[in-house]
C-alpha cells in the first residue's frame, strides 16, 4: 500500500451511502448517473456513496404477509449458525433468492455457512420497535435481505454433504464440550466466548458486569483478540524461521511467515464466528501481512478504509450492527488519536532504564484505551445509554489477561479439534487467568457510579459529536476546546432537552410499555416529575424488561430520579423488571399492596420497601392524585388483592388495575369510585377478569391490555376485548407496541408513541 490516505473519502462517501440505503427509502433513479462521477478524482466520494446506496437499497427485503401455514423450505446457510438457547439460529437464502431466518433444533454434525438445507417451518413478520428508542429488529433484517422468521417444525434435513465449514464449526462444538466438562460454568462461558468467539454460556450477571466494567470487548472476539493470535504467530514463524539459516540466506522469513499467516487469518476469522469486528480485523490483517509479504508499507487509515469497503459491499447491513459501529469506531480512535494523546503526555526517561520499559507500555496503552474510549462513547450512548468510567484502570489490569486467555483459548481450541481431551491441559492453565479476569470485572462493575448512564442522543446527536470531535482534531487553541465541549452536548444535551420540553409542555402523560407479558407504564406529572407503576418481569427466565425497555425509556427521556414507583402487587411480571430500575434510578417514594411476595419478587420488595396504600389513602403531586380504590383486600387471593390506583388530573383520571379478578372486581365495584376516562385492562385481558358489572363501573374512552406477543395465554381473550369496545372504548394493545395518552385536565387524547423522543414534537402536541 502505498503513502497517503486515497481510499479514506471513498470509503466514507460509500459508508454514507449504506446508512441512507439501508433505511426504508427507495434509491433514487438517477444515483446510477452518480457513479460515473468515479472518472473525475474529485467527486469520487458522491459516487461511492451513490454505489453505496445502491447496494444497500437493493439488497433490502420488501414487507410481504408470510403464509399462513407451515411451509416447506430449501436453501443455503448464508451466515454462521448462532445458539438460541437449545436451538440454533439460522440465516436461509432460498432458491427464489429471499432470505429467511429460522430457529431450528442443532444436527448431530454442525450445520454451518454453505450447507444445503429443507426444512418446514411456520414464518412470521419479525417484530419492529416495541417502544420509543427500542430495537428496530425488523429493519435490521430487512436490510440484510431478510422479510421472514420462523420458527421450524422438526429437525432439519441436509440435502447435500456438509460444507468444508462443518468441520470448523465441528471443533467449535468440541472446544464448547471440553470448557464445559473442565472449567466451573462461569470460566467456561468466559473461554467459550474468547476462546472461539461463543457467547451463548454467558449469564445475565456476567453480561452487565463486563459491560459496566467497559471490558465487554474482551468477551467479543474481534481485533484485539486477532492481533494477539494472527501476529503472535506471525512473530513466532519469523522468529523460528530466522534461526534456520538455509532458509534465511534464501528467502525473506518474514514474508514467509506472512504467506503462512493469511490463511490462518480467515481460519481465525470463520472459527470465532465471522462477526462484523474479527471480519473487519481479518481484512486489516490480511492488509498488513500482504504489505509485508510484498514488502509494501501501510497506512492505518486505508487499511480500515478498505475493510469498511469489503463488508459493506458484501453485507450492507452490518453498518446496523453495534459490534460493527463499534469496532470501527474504535480502531478509527486507535489511528486518530491515540499517537497525539501519547505525545501531548510528558514522560522523560532514560531509554533502557526501567521508568521507560515499565511506564511507557502504561502509557501507550492508557492512552490506547483513552482513544478508543473517545471514539465509541457516540456509539455507546446512542445503543446501550451507558458509559463506563472505570474502563482505564479496568483495561489496564485486564487486558494482559485477556491476552494471556485468547492464546489459550486458540491453542485449547486447534486440540480440541483433533481430542476435546488433548485442550484439557490449556484449559487449566486459562483457569486461573479467567477468574482473575472476572475479579477485575465485577470489582470495576460493583460501584453504583462504575457507569454514567445517560439517554440515546439519537441517530443525528450521535453523527454530530462524532463530527465535531474530528474537527476538533483539526483546530488549536480555543476553537479545539470549544468544538469538543460542544460534541460533548451533542452527546449529553438530547434527553435534557426532551425533559425540558415535556416539563414546557405539561400536562399529565402515560406511556403503557411494551414489556412482553407483564405490566409497565410511565406517567410524567406536568411538573416533569416521573412516576413508575409496575416495571414489567420475565417469568421463567428471558430477557429483563427492565433493562431492555424501561430503563433505555427513562434515560432517553431524561429522567434522573423517580418521584415515585406503584407496585400494584409483588409477581414477577409486574415486579422483577423493578431490579433493574432500582439499580439505575434513585426513587423518592415507593407504594405497593402491603404483600411481601416469594422468590425473586420478595427481593425486589425488599430493596423498594413500598409503603403499603390502603383503599382511601391518597398521595398526591404536580396536581395529580394517586388514590387507592378497591375493596378490603385482607380476605382477597394475590391477585384480587392488587393495588387498584386510581390517578386523577383534572376532570380526568386512568384506573390501574394490576391483576384483579372476579372477586377483586366485585369488592371494587361495591366500593365504587371506578369511573376513569383511561383503565388498564385487569389481568392482561383474561376471562377471569373484566366482568359486566366492573366494565359498566368503570366506562373508559380507552382500555389498554397489556400484553405479550402470541403469548400462551391467549391474552387477550376476544369476548373481554368485545365486552371494553362495546362498553364505548377504544380498545388499545401493548403486543402492538406502546400506547401514548395525553391530558389536559379535561380529556384524554391518544398521541404517537414514537415522537415521544423528538422535543420540538412534544412542544407542539400542547397540553
Not at 481460519?267 to 464466528?273: F, I, N, P, R, S
Not at 387498584?644 to 384483579?660: K, N, P, S, Y
Not at 385487569?682 to 373484566?690: C, E, K, L, V
Request: a positive charge.
Amino acid at each position: 500500500m502505498t503513502h497517503g490516505r486515497p481510499l479514506v473519502w471513498p470509503a466514507a462517501g460509500f459508508l454514507s451511502g449504506v446508512a441512507l440505503g439501508v433505511q426504508p427509502l427507495a434509491a433514487p433513479g438517477w444515483l446510477p448517473f452518480l457513479l460515473l462521477l468515479v472518472a473525475l478524482p474529485r467527486f469520487r466520494p458522491i459516487a461511492f456513496l451513490a454505489a453505496g446506496w445502491l447496494a444497500a437499497a437493493q439488497a433490502r427485503a420488501l414487507p410481504a404477509e408470510p403464509p399462513a401455514e407451515p411451509v416447506l423450505l430449501e436453501g443455503g446457510v448464508v451466515d454462521p449458525p448462532q445458539p438460541w438457547g437449545d436451538d440454533v439460529r439460522l440465516r436461509l437464502a432460498l432458491r427464489d433468492g429471499a432470505r429467511v431466518e429460522v430457529t431450528a433444533p442443532p444436527l448431530a454434525w454442525p450445520l454451518a455457512v454453505g450447507d444445503a438445507l429443507r426444512l418446514e417451518a411456520r414464518l412470521r413478520r419479525p417484530p419492529g420497535p416495541a417502544n420509543p428508542g427500542g430495537r428496530d429488529r425488523a429493519g435490521q433484517l430487512a436490510a440484510a435481505g431478510v422479510a421472514w422468521v420462523g420458527r421450524a417444525t422438526g429437525p432439519a434435513i441436509r440435502i447435500a454433504r456438509p460444507s468444508p465449514a462443518a468441520l470448523l464449526e465441528r471443533a467449535r462444538a468440541r472446544y464448547a464440550a471440553a470448557c464445559e466438562r473442565h472449567l466451573p460454568s462461569r470460566e467456561a462461558a468466559l473461554l467459550r466466548a474468547i476462546g472461539v468467539g461463543d457467547r451463548a454460556g454467558l449469564d445475565d450477571a456476567t453480561r452487565r458486569s463486563f459491560a459496566r466494567s467497559g471490558l465487554a470487548h474482551v468477551l467479543a472476539v474481534s481485533g484485539y483478540h486477532l492481533v494477539v493470535v494472527v501476529f503472535g504467530l506471525w512473530r513466532l514463524l519469523r522468529a523460528a524461521l530466522v534461526r534456520w539459516g538455509w532458509l534465511a540466506e534464501r528467502t525473506d522469513p518474514g514474508a514467509l511467515a506472512a504467506a503462512i499467516c493469511l490463511p490462518a487469518t480467515a481460519m481465525y476469522a470463520l472459527g470465532t464466528g465471522a462477526n462484523p469486528p474479527v471480519l473487519r480485523a481479518a481484512v486489516a490483517a490480511a492488509i498488513g501481512l500482504g504489505g509485508v509479504f510484498l514488502r509494501r508499507e501501510h497506512d492505518a487509515a486505508n487499511a480500515l478504509a478498505l475493510a469498511a469497503l469489503v463488508l459493506l459491499a458484501v453485507e450492507p447491513a452490518a453498518a446496523l450492527d453495534p459490534s460493527f459501529q463499534l469496532s470501527f469506531a474504535a480502531v478509527a480512535g486507535l489511528a486518530l488519536w491515540a499517537g497525539p494523546l501519547r505525545r501531548a503526555v510528558p514522560f522523560a526517561a532514560a531509554p533502557g532504564t526501567w521508568r521507560r520499559r515499565l511506564g511507557e507500555p502504561l502509557l501507550q496503552g492508557a492512552c490506547a484505551t483513552v482513544a478508543a474510549s473517545l471514539a465509541t462513547a457516540p456509539v455507546l450512548a446512542f445503543h446501550f445509554r451507558q458509559l463506563p468510567l472505570l474502563g482505564l484502570p479496568a483495561n489496564l489490569a485486564a487486558l494482559p489477561l485477556g491476552a494471556g486467555l485468547t492464546l489459550l483459548g486458540a491453542v485449547a481450541g486447534a486440540a480440541a479439534s483433533l481430542d476435546a481431551a488433548a485442550a484439557a491441559p490449556f484449559l487449566w492453565a486459562a483457569w486461573p487467568l479467567a477468574r482473575a479476569l472476572r475479579a477485575i470485572s465485577d470489582v470495576a462493575a460493583a460501584p453504583r457510579w462504575s457507569t454514567f448512564g445517560l439517554g440515546s442522543p439519537g441517530l443525528l446527536g450521535a453523527v454530530a459529536c462524532a463530527g465535531l470531535a474530528l474537527l476538533a482534531t483539526r483546530l488549536r487553541g480555543k476553537r479545539r476546546w470549544a468544538t469538543a465541549a460542544a460534541a460533548a452536548a451533542c452527546l449529553v444535551a438530547p434527553p435534557w432537552l426532551r425533559a425540558e420540553a415535556a416539563r414546557a409542555r405539561g400536562g399529565l402523560e402515560v406511556i403503557f410499555l411494551s414489556v412482553g407479558q407483564g405490566d409497565a407504564a410511565l406517567l410524567r406529572l406536568p411538573d416533569g416529575s416521573a412516576v413508575l407503576v409496575d416495571g414489567g418481569g420475565a417469568v421463567g427466565g428471558g430477557a429483563d424488561p427492565g433493562e431492555r425497555d424501561v430503563v433505555p425509556l427513562l434515560r432517553d427521556l431524561g429522567v434522573r430520579r423517580l418521584a415515585a414507583v406503584f407496585l400494584s402487587h409483588p409477581h414477577p411480571d409486574h415486579a422483577l423488571g423493578l431490579a433493574t430500575v432500582l439499580d439505575a434510578f434513585p426513587v423518592a417514594h415507593a407504594f405497593g399492596n402491603g404483600a411481601p411476595g416469594d422468590g425473586e419478587a420478595a427481593a425486589v420488595v425488599a430493596r423498594l420497601r413500598p409503603a403499603p396504600l390502603a383503599p382511601g389513602e391518597s398521595w398526591e403531586r404536580a396536581g395529580v392524585r394517586f388514590q387507592a380504590v378497591g375493596g378490603p383486600r385482607a380476605a382477597l387471593g394475590e391477585n384480587d388483592a392488587s393495588l387498584v390506583l386510581r390517578v386523577e388530573f383534572g376532570r380526568t383520571a386512568i384506573l390501574f388495575a394490576g391483576d384483579v379478578e372476579a372477586a377483586g372486581e366485585d369488592a371494587a365495584v361495591r366500593a365504587g369510585g371506578l369511573a376513569a376516562d383511561v383503565v388498564k385492562v385487569p389481568h392482561h385481558g383474561s376471562r377471569s377478569s373484566s366482568s359486566p358489572a366492573f366494565v359498566a363501573a368503570v366506562a373508559p374512552r380507552f382500555a389498554v391490555v397489556s400484553a405479550g406477543a402470541g403469548n400462551r395465554f391467549g391474552f387477550p381473550a376476544a369476548d373481554v376485548v368485545a365486552r371494553w369496545s362495546a362498553a364505548g372504548a377504544q380498545v388499545e394493545r401493548t403486543d402492538r407496541g406502546a400506547v401514548r395518552l395525553l391530558s389536559d385536565g379535561a380529556r384524554f387524547r391518544k398521541v404517537p408513541a414514537e415522537v415521544v423522543l423528538d422535543p420540538v414534537a412534544t412542544l407542539a402536541e400542547g397540553p
